[in-house]
């Protein structure tokens, strides 16, 4: 009776705390929106071949890639929809707009000197659902002296990440550039592959961003998983069967051995985020066949991971210590997610007990009780989400 009385009181409190906890991870329902930039760069026969791909559309925004997650957190937003609603050819004929800047920094600098770009092709997709980021390719070149030795690339302030991929020579550099940020000198004849410690370590942040704050489906999920049971067994075990499924299928996608096309791959995502969700609401502990479905839906979203790698790259000389880096990262982004959910509900149930019974520390032993009732209204909010992705990557 007291237990009861005591959720009525305070329900509404609790409820708003686990809807901003769930809301707050889904603030977008287009988190993938920002994307590191890809930049391939190849100098040879005195010319420099700089091929970006890139959300021309946020470059031209101004938009602080720096700063936000998700375009529609910018202030500039508006100007990003404007940008966005144009065709491809208006975009095209825009991109060089950017050039200044970039060549003020300079973008480019070959053996201690500016090298001043130039647009040579941009190419905009068409037709592609202005709900989503338009990733152009973008061609910019310079003239080099035909000895040259070294270049290094500064990546502006602002432009958010950017995958640098050196092109056409033996043991190529790979590296990851923040805004502001500038390599290293990089040997123009080859040789600057990343030793297996330096890949290792660069691309756990890759794995990790792909998580938080990118990968919204994938931290539903997650927050699935969570939502069945307060024990740490039954989250043990899901997450286990989760790691070692998409641990398999990232290595089978990313040596190219599994292909599956996104079209099928994210609709099934978000039908495993909805299964796990009502599973929830209906059953209040582990199954025995619950760890095997998860590992299923672990192999799909591996699928999901392989995908973002597929757009990096991984460097070929360092490919193993890349990607268990990447996985790491993964990892520590879903760990990342369940600490943080643990934390907030623990605390808003623990306080709300508290305050009702006038601070008895033997009220913290009705947590089940309360975790039961917003596990249920949180799976519920997680499977109304899924349900609405899977409506929409199949017929929208």
Known sequence: ????????????????????????????????????????????????????????????????????????????????????????????????????????????????????????????????????????????????????????????????????????????????LNGSETSPEIALAGGDAQSGLGAFTSYIPVGFDHILPQGLDHILFVLGLFFLSTHLGPLLWQVSAFTLAHTVTLALGALGLVNIPGEIVEPLIAASIVYVAVENIFVSGLSRWRPLVVFGFGLLHGLGFASVLGEFGLPEAQFIPALIGFNVGVELGQLTVIAMAALLIWLAVRAALLAKLEGDEGAVRDYPVMFRAVSVTGSLIIAIIGVWWVIERVFL
Do not use: C
Request: charged share 20%.
């Open 1 to 176: 009776m007291r237990d009861s009385l005591v959720f009525t009181h305070w329900k509404l409190v609790l409820l708003a705390t686990l809807s901003t906890l769930v809301m707050g991870f889904a603030s977008g329902l287009r988190a993938h929106e920002v994307q590191p930039t890809i930049g391939d760069l190849t100098v040879a026969d005195g010319q420099a071949e700089l091929v970006l791909r890139i959300n021309l559309e946020a470059f031209l925004a101004g938009i602080d890639l720096d700063a936000v997650d998700d375009t529609n957190d910018a202030e500039n937003a508006g100007d990003y929809d404007s940008l966005r609603a144009l065709s491809a050819s208006e975009i095209a004929a825009r991109a060089p707009e950017l050039i200044e800047g970039w060549n003020a920094l300079p973008l480019l600098v070959v053996d201690g000197q500016p090298v001043p770009l130039s647009s040579t092709e941009v190419q905009v997709p068409e037709d592609i659902d202005i709900e989503l980021a338009r990733v152009s390719e973008w061609t910019l070149t310079g003239l080099v002296p035909e000895d040259a030795q070294t270049v290094t690339v500064t990546w502006p302030d602002g432009a958010g990440a950017m995958v640098l991929r050196q092109q056409g020579v033996d043991e190529p550099f790979t590296g990851y």
